[in-house]
């Protein structure tokens, strides 16, 4: 009677360390720091009274895409030198997203930013994409409805960062082809998306932490011969 108290006792406790370490987890991040910056996009816009803008995952893929083409082009001062050509939005970033070609609206902004290595998002959005008023007077712009924010990282390399803002319809602009399914997204994230973050921040590894004390509480567990 005694070992089967204990036996419960210690599922109980295992099960409990687990769902702690699932919480530190999950509040350190959602998995997608890409949706946070929407977040704090907005947040930053409601405090000035405007209004919201929608979450696009068109304009987001977008923006992943842009700077994954910036590669290479983040100088020691992390600012990026990077332009692709304004035909790029409709004749590489959109086909390769699946964007339907119709649905393809005004950009009404965008912001690029780079550092040498990972920052949080609400870190990211003070230190490396908003750093001025101009920027500042445009993440606030009253033409946007819609937001998307891209973000990706190289090995060894610096940590890149896009927004764009466009006026388009919710739903009518920017749409996905099969809701962005056919995506083969190799590196980085974007916002919206129905896939998880590849090889950005500290997910992955507490993941795996997380796994790793689990087993080990069971294998303590299954050992214990009382
Ligand atoms: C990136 O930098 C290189 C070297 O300065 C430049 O030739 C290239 O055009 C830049 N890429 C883009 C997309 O601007
Ligand atoms: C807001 O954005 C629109 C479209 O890009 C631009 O024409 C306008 O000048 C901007 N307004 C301000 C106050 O910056
Ligand atoms: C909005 O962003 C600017 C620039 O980072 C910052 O100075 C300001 O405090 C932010 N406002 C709010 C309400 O977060
Ligand atoms: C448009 O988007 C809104 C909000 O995401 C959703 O509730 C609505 O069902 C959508 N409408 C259509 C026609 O897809």
């Not at 699932?22 to 947040?43: E, F, T, Y």
């Amino acid at each position: 009677m005694v070992t089967m108290m204990k036996k419960l006792w210690f599922c109980g406790w295992i099960l409990l360390c687990h769902l702690l370490l699932a919480a530190v987890v999950c509040s350190k991040n959602h998995g997608n720091p890409a949706n946070d910056l929407v977040d704090i996009i907005n947040k930053n816009r409601t405090a000035q009274k405007l209004p919201q803008l929608n979450g696009s995952p068109g304009l987001g893929c977008m923006a992943l895409q842009y700077v994954e083409l910036c590669k290479g082009n983040c100088s020691n001062n992390n600012a990026v030198n990077c332009k692709p050509p304004e035909d790029d939005f409709t004749e590489v970033f959109a086909p390769n997203c699946g964007v339907e070609l119709p649905t393809f609206g005004t950009i009404t902004g965008h912001i690029v930013g780079c550092q040498s290595k990972y920052m949080e998002p609400s870190l990211a959005f003070s230190h490396v994409l908003v750093k001025d008023k101009k920027t500042l007077s445009l993440v606030r712009n009253k033409s946007h409805s819609e937001v998307g924010v891209g973000l990706v990282g190289f090995h060894k390399g610096p940590f890149f960062w896009c927004v764009l803002f466009s006026d388009g319809k919710t739903n009518s602009s920017f749409v996905l082809e099969d809701q962005g399914k056919g995506i083969k997204q190799k590196k980085g994230c974007y916002s919206g998306s129905a896939f998880p973050c590849n090889g950005v921040g500290h997910g992955r590894t507490a993941v795996f932490l997380n796994y790793i004390i689990i087993f080990s509480l069971l294998f303590i567990f299954l050992l214990n011969p009382n």
